[in-house]
């Protein structure tokens, strides 16, 4: 009897001694920056990258908060505004679905439809407003046995809006919200003191126009695509837009023309009646080396364009 019971105390020990323990599992950082995660997720929600690029310029934005004011060296430069307006047209041309213009000083969108006589400058389709609304910073500090922290937290709103350039309506606002914090502490009389993070204001406002970024270029994109006819000759069509807007030889393309406006009496405004279709034309070479000169020719290969009424025409995609 005896000896069973050791035999079978030898065996428990022997099994035990043979299960594995699991080993502990380490957090491990993914190889990826939570920023760049961020710009993946925003970049999933987009719709496809539309066929043709839009023309937009960045107008006016300033800073309607009374933070910055009093560090202004120069009352007539708005850092912040500024600040805000360098890091919307950098997020838009990341995008590249748009060809970007800044043009802050052009006071009034009225200014804009007369672009379009200028050889220097390029009529936009629409015209981004905008300013930073609200702008806070604070501190809050937190201890514990033998430690202390003090966390610095910026908060930032930024207001925009569009405005079509040929209506000088105002389609579409939106608000964005971001906020960004930093916290700094000491173990023991050791560690670093709290300073001043100057960086939280600019990763506030990035962060109020990341939120908007989005809302911004799907409003944009909705609106139909369109360009001018420069000149007809027999059946050759020459076309403002190239390769910078995305235009290839081969595309397809319909020439518009304009009916009749008429001035609605409910809303004062005037409202231009469906145009027409009046011809089908294929790209068959561009021209042009920069955004400034680029065209292309067409050929009309179905329908017929009487020269006369190149005024009242406008190229749009093909379907």
Not at 99 to 120: G, S
Not at 251 to 265: C, G, H, N, P, Y
Not at 272 to 280: C, G, M, N, S
Request: glycine content about 8%; hydrophobic content about 35%; overall charge neutral.
């Amino acid at each position: 009897m005896f000896l069973r019971k050791i035999l079978t105390l030898g065996c428990v020990c022997l099994l035990a001694g043979c299960a594995t323990v699991a080993p502990q599992q380490q957090p491990v950082e993914a190889s990826v920056s939570q920023q760049a995660q961020i710009q993946a997720q925003q970049a999933a929600q987009l719709p496809p990258i539309k066929r043709y690029k839009r023309k937009v310029v960045i107008g006016r934005f300033t800073n309607e908060t009374n933070y910055g004011r009093a560090l202004l060296s120069d009352a007539e430069y708005d850092h912040m505004g500024k600040q805000a307006s360098d890091m919307l047209a950098t997020r838009l041309i990341q995008s590249n679905r748009f060809l970007v213009f800044e043009r802050p000083n052009l006071k009034e969108v009225e200014a804009e439809q007369a672009i379009t006589n200028d050889k220097d400058l390029i009529g936009a389709d629409t015209v981004i407003f905008g300013s930073i609304t609200q702008f806070g910073r604070s501190e809050e500090g937190k201890a514990g046995f033998l430690s202390s922290a003090v966390i610095q937290t910026a908060k930032s709103t930024v207001d925009i809006r569009l405005v079509d350039t040929k209506t000088g309506q105002g389609f579409f606002s939106a608000t964005g919200s971001g906020k960004a914090s930093t916290e700094q502490g000491q173990t023991a009389g050791f560690g670093n003191a709290a300073a001043y993070d100057s960086t939280l204001n600019d990763s506030a406002i990035a962060a109020s126009i990341s939120d908007l970024i989005n809302n911004i270029i799907i409003s944009m994109e909705n609106r139909p695509w369109r360009t001018d006819v420069l000149k007809v000759d027999g059946d050759q069509v020459y076309i403002s837009g190239g390769k910078h807007q995305g235009i290839k030889e081969g595309d397809i393309l319909f020439v518009m023309k304009k009916t009749e406006a008429v001035k609605s009496q409910q809303s004062g405004f005037t409202i231009d009646l469906p145009p027409v279709k009046i011809a089908t034309i294929k790209v068959v070479s561009l021209f042009g080396d920069s955004e400034t000169n680029e065209g292309s020719q067409a050929q009309i290969t179905d329908g017929k364009i009487d020269p006369s009424t190149i005024n009242q025409l406008f190229v749009k995609e093909g379907e």
